[in-house]
Structures are given as structure tokens and as C-alpha cells.
């Protein structure tokens, strides 16, 4: 996860509660990515609260560092020098076809580098740790068959050196929908106040975010012709309660709009209330958090490194 911005229920729903989910299944390396987060302008001191504050949601929501590593990308000098040395295989018509550049470079005066080569410093983190699944949202979906791209490409260059990953979606909330508008994915950088539901809000805001969700012009759920927002609302509610699809239709069909707000409300305050309260607890001891991340650099950065020794061999690159 990038360290800007308010961490959402997209973020929650699309990515943390999995990876919660597949700790104990899998050997897993969490990371927080400083140097993604620069590709756009950040307040220093910002940043800085910004990665702890990430670290400490990851512990909230149940990430346990004796079972996996959490670390920060820039704590690991590897990051950007597999990310240049994949730069120099990659065609930069593969990275200006990327939706999210696209998207992103819109929304800017000045498009800095950093912005097209972010999906290639995402697939170096990836390939350093010769990942075999990568559970993400589905917004990045189009950046993990990049990194199998560049990873196929430069075994065909060089030799076998990379595992090809898979990418791995929820079924439930791989894309929650912004709450003002739900053609629109929930996003932190979108600025509208009804537009996300953060995990650090208090229950009064997310009530009033929920309850102003945009839905449609029906009275009630028909799950034959709902729209995208009431579609949206239901699944937010099935990502927290876990239900089945048939004990959501049998719960939900026919239920009239301000009702279904007020149960998608309750059932994401019941879920974020106790988060937070971890939340706070693990917050109020920096001296722990730091030592979370510097422990996970630590376990990660021999694996890292040898990586990037092959990857020299590979290519010709001067290596003692
Ligand atoms: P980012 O916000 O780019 O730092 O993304 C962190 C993780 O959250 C990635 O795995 C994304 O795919 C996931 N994610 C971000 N926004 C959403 C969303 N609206 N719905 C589901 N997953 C999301």
C-alpha cells in the first residue's frame, strides 16, 4: 500500500482482509511503498507520519509480524536497482498504455518520470522476492500482467531468472465503487466528502457517508435491474459480513434504499470500531512499530539482495 492518502474500505475489503486471510497459508512479505508514493508530490513530514501510520494499520487489521514480513520499500535499497534494470527491458509503449498512468499523468500540470515508470518499481518488488501470488484489488490487476510481461521477457532475454506470478482478487470487493459515485472506483486521492469510507473515521462520519450513498432512481433492491451504487452498497456489506450470495438476496431483496444504508452503516462501524480501537493501542508505542519494520527490512533484504546479484550475473553487470 502506497503511504498517502486515508487508507479506505476499498483498501480494507480489496487487499488487507486477504492478506490477514493467507498469512498462515503462505510465506508473506507486506510491504508499505514510500518511493511508489513520491511519484507524486508529498508533504515530507507528511510521508513520514504516513508510513507509520500504514505499519500501524496493518497490525490492526490482524497482520502478524511473527508469521510474515512488513517492511518499507525504501529500507530496501534492492527495490530501486532490480526497478532500474527492468526500466532498461521495458518498452515504454507497454508502460503508456497503463490505465492508472493515464488517469494520473490527466490530472497533472507536469508529468514527472516516476509516474510511467511506477508499474515497473511495482514489478520489481514483486520479482525480488520471486513471488508466486500477489493478492491485490482489482485496479491492479492491469499492473500485475505487466510485471508477468516483464518478467517473461527478460527470462527470454537472459535466461530463467524470475518466477512468473499469479494475481490473486477477492471474490467480494475486489472494486468498491466511490459512495458519491459509483462508476467511479473508491479512491484516496479523490477529494469529494462523501466519496470514501476511511478505516480511521469515527462511526458518526461513516454513518453520514454511508447514508448519503449515491443509489438510483427504485425505491427499493430489485436484484434484477439495481444499479451500480446499490450494487456497491451490498457488497460492501457482504466484503464485512461475510455472508453467502444467497443470505444476502434473502435479506436484502425488496428492502427499501434508507434501510439497506442503515445496515451497510452498522455493519461497517461494527467492523472499524474495534480495528480502531487496535488501532490506537498499537499507535501509541512508535518504539514497537519501528521495530516491526526493521526487523522485516532485516529478514527480507538478504533474499532481496541475492536476487539482484543474479540478475547482474545475468546481464553482464560487474559483480565481484
Ligand atoms: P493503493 O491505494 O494503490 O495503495 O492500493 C493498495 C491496495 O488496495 C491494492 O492492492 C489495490 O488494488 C487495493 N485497492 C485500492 N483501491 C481499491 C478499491 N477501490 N477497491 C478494492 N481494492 C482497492
Same mark, same amino acid.
Given at each position: 500500500? %502506497?503511504?498517502?492518502?486515508?487508507?479506505?474500505?476499498?483498501?480494507? @475489503?480489496? +487487499?488487507?482482509?486477504?492478506?490477514?486471510?493467507?498469512?498462515?497459508?503462505?510465506?508473506?512479505?507486506?510491504?508499505?511503498? &514510500?518511493?511508489?508514493?513520491?511519484? *507524486? =508530490?508529498?508533504?515530507?513530514?507528511?510521508?513520514?507520519?504516513?508510513?507509520? /501510520?500504514?505499519?500501524?494499520?496493518?497490525?490492526?487489521?490482524?497482520? &502478524?509480524?511473527?508469521?510474515?514480513?512488513?517492511?518499507?520499500?525504501?529500507?530496501?535499497?534492492?527495490?530501486?536497482?532490480?526497478?532500474?534494470?527492468?526500466?532498461?527491458?521495458?518498452?515504454?509503449?507497454?508502460?503508456?498504455?497503463?490505465?492508472?498512468?493515464?488517469?494520473?499523468?490527466?490530472?497533472? /500540470?507536469?508529468?514527472?518520470?516516476?509516474?510511467?515508470? =511506477?508499474?515497473?518499481?511495482?514489478?520489481?518488488?514483486?520479482?525480488?522476492?520471486?513471488?508466486?501470488?500477489?493478492?491485490?484489488?482489482?485496479?491492479?490487476?492491469?499492473?500485475?500482467?505487466?510485471?508477468?510481461?516483464?518478467? %517473461?521477457?527478460?527470462?527470454?532475454?537472459?535466461?530463467?531468472?524470475?518466477?512468473? #506470478?499469479?494475481?490473486?482478487? #477477492?471474490? *467480494?470487493?475486489?472494486?468498491?465503487?466511490?459512495?458519491? &459515485?459509483?462508476? %467511479?472506483?473508491?479512491?484516496?486521492?479523490?477529494?469529494?466528502?462523501?466519496? +470514501?469510507?476511511?478505516?480511521?473515521?469515527?462511526?458518526?462520519?461513516?454513518?453520514?457517508?454511508?447514508?448519503?450513498?449515491?443509489?438510483?432512481?427504485?425505491?427499493?433492491?430489485?436484484?434484477?435491474?439495481?444499479?451500480?451504487?446499490?450494487?456497491?452498497?451490498?457488497?460492501?456489506?457482504?466484503?464485512?459480513?461475510?455472508?453467502?450470495?444467497?443470505?444476502?438476496?434473502? %435479506?436484502?431483496?425488496?428492502?427499501?434504499?434508507?434501510? @439497506?444504508?442503515?445496515?451497510?452503516?452498522?455493519?461497517?462501524?461494527?467492523?472499524?470500531?474495534?480495528?480502531?480501537?487496535?488501532?490506537?493501542?498499537?499507535?501509541?508505542?512508535?518504539?514497537?512499530?519501528?521495530?516491526?519494520?526493521?526487523?522485516?527490512?532485516?529478514? *527480507?533484504?538478504?533474499?532481496?539482495?541475492?536476487? *539482484?546479484?543474479?540478475?547482474?550475473?545475468?546481464?553482464?553487470?560487474?559483480?565481484?
Amino acid at each position: 500500500m %502506497q503511504p498517502s492518502g486515508n487508507l479506505h474500505i476499498g483498501n480494507y @475489503l480489496g +487487499a488487507l482482509k486477504n492478506w490477514v486471510r493467507i498469512q498462515n497459508d503462505y510465506e508473506c512479505i507486506f510491504c508499505i511503498v &514510500d518511493l511508489h508514493a513520491i511519484t *507524486v =508530490y508529498q508533504d515530507p513530514a507528511e510521508l513520514r507520519a504516513k508510513i507509520l /501510520e500504514i505499519a500501524g494499520l496493518y497490525l490492526a487489521a490482524g497482520i &502478524d509480524p511473527k508469521v510474515c514480513s512488513i517492511m518499507v520499500q525504501s529500507a530496501v535499497p534492492a527495490h530501486a536497482e532490480l526497478s532500474w534494470m527492468l526500466t532498461c527491458v521495458t518498452p515504454i509503449g507497454w508502460l503508456e498504455r497503463m490505465t492508472q498512468y493515464k488517469a494520473k499523468a490527466a490530472k497533472q /500540470e507536469s508529468v514527472g518520470d516516476g509516474l510511467l515508470q =511506477y508499474p515497473v518499481l511495482m514489478a520489481a518488488d514483486i520479482l525480488l522476492y520471486q513471488a508466486g501470488i500477489v493478492p491485490v484489488g482489482e485496479d491492479q490487476a492491469q499492473h500485475l500482467e505487466l510485471t508477468r510481461d516483464i518478467a %517473461q521477457r527478460f527470462n527470454s532475454l537472459y535466461g530463467d531468472t524470475f518466477v512468473v #506470478p499469479n494475481t490473486s482478487l #477477492p471474490t *467480494v470487493g475486489a472494486r468498491v465503487m466511490g459512495l458519491d &459515485d459509483p462508476e %467511479q472506483k473508491m479512491s484516496k486521492s479523490a477529494t469529494g466528502a462523501n466519496h +470514501a469510507v476511511a478505516l480511521l473515521d469515527p462511526p458518526e462520519k461513516i454513518r453520514k457517508t454511508i447514508m448519503r450513498a449515491t443509489t438510483d432512481s427504485q425505491p427499493a433492491v430489485d436484484f434484477d435491474s439495481m444499479g451500480p451504487g446499490v450494487a456497491n452498497l451490498l457488497s460492501i456489506y457482504q466484503g464485512f459480513s461475510g455472508d453467502t450470495d444467497e443470505a444476502i438476496k434473502a %435479506q436484502f431483496a425488496g428492502m427499501r434504499y434508507g434501510d @439497506l444504508k442503515k445496515r451497510v452503516a452498522e455493519m461497517t462501524i461494527a467492523h472499524l470500531e474495534p480495528f480502531q480501537q487496535r488501532y490506537r493501542q498499537i499507535n501509541g508505542d512508535p518504539g514497537y512499530l519501528a521495530g516491526v519494520l526493521r526487523e522485516g527490512a532485516a529478514r *527480507v533484504a538478504p533474499i532481496a539482495n541475492d536476487t *539482484v546479484r543474479t540478475v547482474k550475473q545475468r546481464m553482464g553487470l560487474y559483480v565481484e
